[in-house]
C-alpha cells in the first residue's frame, strides 16, 4: 500500500532520475488518490503515449530498485497487459495506450484536465473519473469493482458519457467494450447493489445485439 | 464526523460563521472541525483586513504544490479562479515560467491578469529562452508594452526585444483567435500580434 504522501516523495525521486520530460495518464487507484476519493493504493497504474516514454520511465524506477515481475499472475492472459514493476509491496503497471481490452483514447486524453507536474521532468494527467470506470471494468482486478462502486456512489456519473465512449471505443477497433462494460456494471448493480439506471445497461447491450446481429450477416 | 463527510460539506472558501451554519453546530464544534480538517492539510487560512480568518478547504490542499494561478493571483490585482487543476511538486516556477503558461492557456482572464508579472519579471534571458521555445515571443512583446501603458514595469532589455520583434516575412498573428484591439493599434502594428484587450479591459489595473 501507497498512501498519498510516499506516493509523492516516490514521484518526485522519480522525476530526479529522469532525463527527459514524461508525461503519464494516472487511470487507477492513483488517479482516485489524486481526485480525493481514496487514501492509499496497491498498484500505481499508468499509461503513456508510446513505447519510448514507457521504456525511460521503466529504466528510472529500475534505478531505484523496482524490479520486473510477470504480469501473468495478476491479468492471466489477457491482451495488452501491462510491465509490471515491485519494490516491496508497492506495484507499478505500466501500460501504453492499449489497456486490455480498451484504449486510453485521445477522448480521454483530452478529459484528463488535472495536471501534477513533478519537478521538471515528470507530468503526471489524471484521468477523468469516467474513464477511470472504464479502465478499472479494463483490469478488473480484485479490488476494481469496489474502487468503480466508490467513484459511482459520488453521485456525478453522466451515464451518456460511458455509453459514447463504449461506441468510440468499437470505432477504434475494440469491439467487446459495450459488452465488458455492460457486463461491469450489471455486476455491480446486482452484486454490490450500486445504483447504476437500468436503461444503459439496455442501451450497451443494444449494442452488443446489433454487434452480433452484424457479425450474422457477414 | 469522518473527514470525507466533512470534507464534502465544507469544501471551499469559508468564515467560522459559515462553518457554523453550514454543520448546524455550536461555534466551538466548529472551530474543532477546522482544527482537525488544518491538521490533516486540508485548510490553508487568510486573513482578511478586518482580521477575520477566512479558511479554504479543498482536498488540493493536502497535496501541497503549487500552481501558476497561485502565483499569478499572489502578484495581480486581477483575481483568477483556478479554472483546471495544474500542481507543480519539488520546485517552485519561477514569474517567466507562468507568464508563458499563462499566454499559452489561451484564456482572456489569466491573460490578463499575468500582465502584472511584468512588474516583476527580471530574468530575461529566461523569458526569452520560454518564449522562444514555445514560438510566442511577439505576443510576450506586445503584452509587455500594453502592460507598460498601464502599469510600472520593469525595463526589458533591449536584446529581447531585438531578438523577437517580427522580421518582415512575419504575419500577423492572434494571442487569442478571434480578438483584436480596437485601442492598441500602434503596438499591435509593432509586434504584429493582435492583442485581445482595449482599454475597458484593463480597468483594474488603473
Request: hydrophobic share 40%; net charge positive.
Amino acid at each position: 500500500m501507497i498512501t498519498i504522501d510516499e506516493q509523492q516523495k516516490l514521484f518526485l525521486n522519480i522525476a530526479r532520475v529522469l532525463n527527459k520530460t514524461i508525461t503519464a495518464y494516472a487511470v487507477g487507484g492513483t488517479a482516485m488518490m489524486f481526485l480525493g476519493i481514496k487514501d492509499s493504493t496497491l498498484d500505481i497504474d499508468l499509461v503513456f503515449e508510446n513505447e519510448k516514454d514507457k521504456d525511460i520511465f521503466k529504466e528510472a524506477i529500475k534505478s531505484l530498485g523496482y524490479r520486473e515481475i510477470n504480469a501473468i499472475k495478476v491479468y492471466g492472459a489477457r491482451k495488452n497487459q501491462p510491465e509490471m514493476l515491485v519494490l516491496n509491496d508497492e506495484r507499478f503497471d505500466l501500460f501504453v495506450v492499449n489497456v486490455i481490452d480498451f484504449v486510453f483514447s485521445g477522448n480521454m486524453q483530452k478529459r484528463a484536465e488535472s495536471i501534477h507536474q513533478f519537478g521538471e521532468n515528470f507530468i503526471l494527467k489524471i484521468a477523468d473519473p469516467h474513464d477511470i470506470i472504464l479502465m478499472k471494468c479494463a483490469t478488473d482486478r480484485l479490488k476494481d469493482k469496489d474502487d468503480a462502486r466508490k467513484i459511482i456512489n459520488l453521485g456525478k456519473i453522466k451515464w451518456e458519457l460511458l455509453v459514447e465512449e463504449a461506441k468510440k471505443q468499437i470505432e477504434l477497433g475494440k469491439e467487446k467494450t459495450a459488452f465488458e462494460l455492460g457486463y461491469f456494471l450489471e455486476e455491480l448493480k446486482n452484486k454490490m447493489k450500486v445504483k447504476i439506471p437500468q436503461e444503459i445497461l439496455d442501451e450497451l447491450f443494444g449494442i452488443v445485439k446489433k454487434q452480433a446481429e452484424e457479425k450474422q450477416k457477414k | 464526523m469522518e473527514t470525507e463527510v466533512l470534507l464534502k460539506k465544507l469544501e471551499g472558501v469559508q468564515t467560522i460563521d459559515s462553518v457554523t451554519n453550514i454543520l448546524k453546530t455550536s461555534k466551538d464544534k466548529a472551530i474543532y472541525y477546522l482544527f482537525r480538517l488544518r491538521k490533516e492539510g486540508y485548510v490553508k487560512t487568510k486573513r482578511l483586513s478586518n482580521n477575520r480568518r477566512v479558511y479554504n478547504i479543498s482536498f488540493e490542499n493536502k497535496l501541497k504544490g503549487t500552481s501558476y494561478f497561485e502565483i499569478i493571483n499572489k502578484y495581480s490585482p486581477v483575481k483568477i479562479a483556478t479554472p483546471i487543476t495544474y500542481k507543480i511538486y519539488g520546485k517552485t516556477p519561477s514569474l517567466e515560467e507562468t507568464l508563458v503558461y499563462a499566454i499559452k492557456t489561451g484564456s482572456l482572464r489569466t491573460i490578463l491578469a499575468s500582465l502584472a508579472l511584468f512588474k516583476k519579471i527580471t530574468d530575461w534571458s529566461e523569458l526569452y529562452q520560454l518564449s522562444k521555445k514555445n514560438r510566442i515571443e511577439r505576443q510576450v512583446g506586445a503584452l509587455y508594452d500594453l502592460a507598460k501603458k498601464i502599469m510600472r514595469v520593469r525595463r526589458m532589455t533591449d536584446r529581447f526585444k531585438n531578438n523577437a520583434l517580427p522580421k518582415k516575412n512575419h504575419n500577423f498573428e492572434y494571442i487569442i483567435s478571434g480578438l483584436m484591439s480596437g485601442d492598441f493599434k500602434d503596438i499591435e502594428e509593432t509586434w504584429k500580434i493582435y492583442l485581445p484587450f482595449n482599454k475597458n479591459d484593463l480597468s483594474d489595473y488603473t
